[in-house]
């Protein structure tokens, strides 16, 4: 009896001390947790990169200007005589606007450039990717959505008359649709809108627009028109501002990212499904992206976007640079032009399609790869989206079990078998098979109608690119994974690269020739990781090629002729006058690709020069770790022994 009461009492004891040891945990856990509301980007990301320390030094080769693009300097203002419009004007136009955050951007500042050519009120455009029907939240319109409306309506009452809406007695003949509506071109000639909707305008008093294709006007204006090419910059670089809370928020991201004290590069992966459905690139993935980018492309055949073949050959269009370049090739490059592994790599774009798994070499090559799900904590993303009615889940559903008579049916259709055997059960269906966007490839031949929550995610969408946008135009340097890939759109990194080139010229801004990288890659295909130290010198040469002015020569021939905005000189630009005096470039059209810009007023001439002598005085900046250069003709020999030489051997 004695023993067990002693049991007892030690039975007691240690359940005691159990109690009490949970509400102490419990206790320190309630304390605890009031504590964690300021979100610190270093803080939570200093746990998973290590390898971000102390301030370091800027390696001039790898951040440093460009000092052959330091004089030019942004100058969209008018320069010849540019009234302001009247109080009268030929009538309203109304505008929808398809697309996503490219198109839109692009769309916008056509919009404004055609209201100016026929001397019409612009009415506030409908970005139907957020108008109310998509499950954004109540505190937006479409257009607010983005935006800001009254500094888009502010800064431009010298340009264009712009109002919210139309007026009440002309709504409801909108919505008897009693107004005239047409369907520009992105390549539409100011001779189309003078002849034919201009006198449209003048009867009706209101047209309406539908803009698909990313733009309503050519790209490309007569030099007689160079003040509405201006008009473009003005609209693209200083009127369209985002709303103050992207703006802010987009802003604090570029703070996190510098206060580790070193530069950062931003990467664009450019990897879309449509671009890649439209360049016949879905080999390079092998697995049920290839399906789904091939779905896309028929569907774009069918709509007469592609006039080509459904299936062609992937690796062909790689080799002729139409193809992306992969994340691993792009580590690769930035390792070969001397990036260390400990390198800041903001990597943008709203979704890469193929996966996380297409990063993971990248991320192998260099530690520091964040993204805004990096730097924003969940509150602050949430809060710029804004209250939103809640939507229901999309639930998984497993597939119903199949009837007695479906059964019978299909052992009917099978038709005769060498035994009497029946058929085999299906396999089972796994969750983890059938959720996400692209379960339906697996059972339909039609890709479903989106849901709800998709169309909520495509809005979203907008918000997650415009402050990728912010972070890719602020970083100390900017890598593109597809830019200038030929198509009629324009691009993400196109308009990166020119608001970059509008803003800071000398800003180190990457052009690869995606031709010529793949040639590069195609001679050490066996043993990427472990190049020889003369293909490294080619690759890095060809790059630094990119960031001058072969680069730029190269960007005005390919990306201007779809996308104004990608290449805004020499008409949204001017030049500090120097020893050096750039003769002007033409191109077989006769049009200027590089060099004529005028010489700067004097105001800028002074600012530049006292901003010239300020950063003199600065110290130096640490080139320590930049490796041994070889003389410019072994490094162009080298260059053209690869160009022309097909049995070159990488190991000599």
Same mark, same amino acid.
């Given at each position: ?401 199949? %009837? $007695? =008579?479906? &059964? ?7 038709? @005769? ?5 029946? +058929?085999? !059960? ?121 960031? %001058? $002015? =072969?680069? &730029? ?7 201007? @002729? ?5 290449? +805004?000189? !020499? ?82």
């Amino acid at each position: 009896m004695a023993f067990k009461s002693k049991i007892k009492w030690v039975a007691l004891f240690v359940l005691t001390l159990s109690l009490g040891s949970l509400t102490v945990h419990l206790s320190l856990t309630k304390f605890s947790s009031m504590s964690l509301v300021q979100y610190s980007a270093k803080e939570a990301l200093s746990h998973d990169f290590p390898y971000i320390g102390s301030p370091v030094g800027r390696n001039k080769r790898l951040w440093g200007a460009v000092r052959s693009l330091e004089s030019l300097q942004p100058y969209a203002n008018p320069r010849n005589l540019y009234p302001v419009p009247g109080k009268t004007s030929n009538g309203f136009i109304y505008a929808k606007i398809f697309g996503g955050f490219e198109k839109i951007r692009s769309s916008i500042c056509d919009l404004v450039t055609i209201s100016r050519l026929l001397n019409a009120t612009l009415v506030i455009p409908e970005i139907q990717e957020s108008t109310r029907s998509k499950g954004i939240s109540y505190k937006f319109k479409s257009f607010s959505y983005l935006y800001d409306e009254e500094q888009f309506i502010a800064s431009l009452k010298n340009d264009v008359n712009i109002i919210k809406s139309l007026p009440e007695h002309f709504k409801s003949a909108r919505r008897r649709s009693e107004f005239p509506t047409f369907k520009p071109k992105s390549s539409a000639s100011p001779n189309y809108y003078v002849k034919e909707i201009l006198p449209s305008l003048k009867k009706a008093k209101v047209v309406g627009l539908i803009i698909m294709d990313g733009g309503c006007l050519q790209p490309i204006l007569p030099p007689i028109l160079s003040e509405f090419q201006r008009l473009r910059c003005r609209v693209a670089f200083h009127t369209l501002q985002f709303r103050p809370e992207i703006q802010i928020l987009g802003l604090r991201m570029v703070e996190r990212l510098r206060a580790w004290g070193q530069p950062f590069l931003a990467y664009h992966p450019g990897l879309v499904r449509d671009t890649l459905a439209y360049h016949g690139c879905a080999e390079l993935f092998q697995d049920v992206h290839t399906e789904l980018i091939q779905y896309r492309r028929e569907q774009m055949i069918k709509q007469g976007i592609v006039n080509d073949e459904l299936s062609v050959e992937s690796h062909i269009r790689r080799e002729n640079g139409s193809c992306p370049l992969m994340p691993e090739e792009v580590g690769l490059l930035l390792r070969a032009m001397g990036y260390p592994s400990n390198t800041i790599i903001y990597v943008a774009g709203f979704q890469t399609f193929g996966g996380q798994r297409l990063l993971i070499p990248l991320r192998a090559m260099f530690a520091n790869v964040v993204d805004r799900t990096s730097l924003c904590s969940k509150t602050e993303l949430s809060d710029l989206v804004g209250p939103e009615t809640p939507l229901p889940p999309d639930v998984f559903k497993m597939p119903n079990p199949k %009837s $007695e =008579e479906q &059964l019978k049916e299909e052992w009917n259709r099978a038709g @005769p078998r060498p035994r009497p055997l029946p +058929p085999p !059960p299906d396999r089972p269906v796994y969750q983890h098979e059938k959720e996400g966007w692209y379960a339906w490839i697996t059972e339909n031949d039609k890709e479903p109608n989106p849901s709800p929550m998709d169309l909520r995610m495509q809005a979203h969408r907008l918000l997650w690119d415009a402050l990728d946008y912010i972070v890719s135009v602020e970083a100390d340097a900017f890598f593109p994974g597809f830019h200038s890939d030929g198509s009629r759109w324009p691009d993400f990194s196109g308009l990166v690269i020119g608001q970059r080139l509008y803003e800071r010229a000398s800003s180190r801004t990457y052009r690869p020739d995606r031709k010529k990288i793949t040639e590069l890659f195609n001679i050490i295909r066996d043993d990427m990781y472990h190049p020889k130290r003369n293909w490294i010198l080619s690759a890095r040469e060809h790059l630094n090629r990119s960031l %001058s $002015e =072969e680069g &730029l020569i190269r960007q005005s021939l390919l990306s201007k @002729p779809t996308s104004f905005l990608s290449h +805004p000189i !020499p008409e949204c630009s001017c030049r500090i006058s120097s020893v050096e005096i750039t003769k002007p470039i033409k191109g077989k059209d006769g049009r200027i690709l590089f060099g004529g810009e005028p010489e700067c007023p004097k105001w800028m001439q002074s600012a530049r020069a006292e901003k010239a002598r300020t950063d003199e005085t600065e110290p130096a900046e640490d080139e320590n770790d930049e490796p041994e250069q070889l003389e410019p003709d072994v490094i162009s020999s080298l260059t053209s022994l690869i160009d022309h030489d097909e049995e070159w051997d990488p190991n000599d």
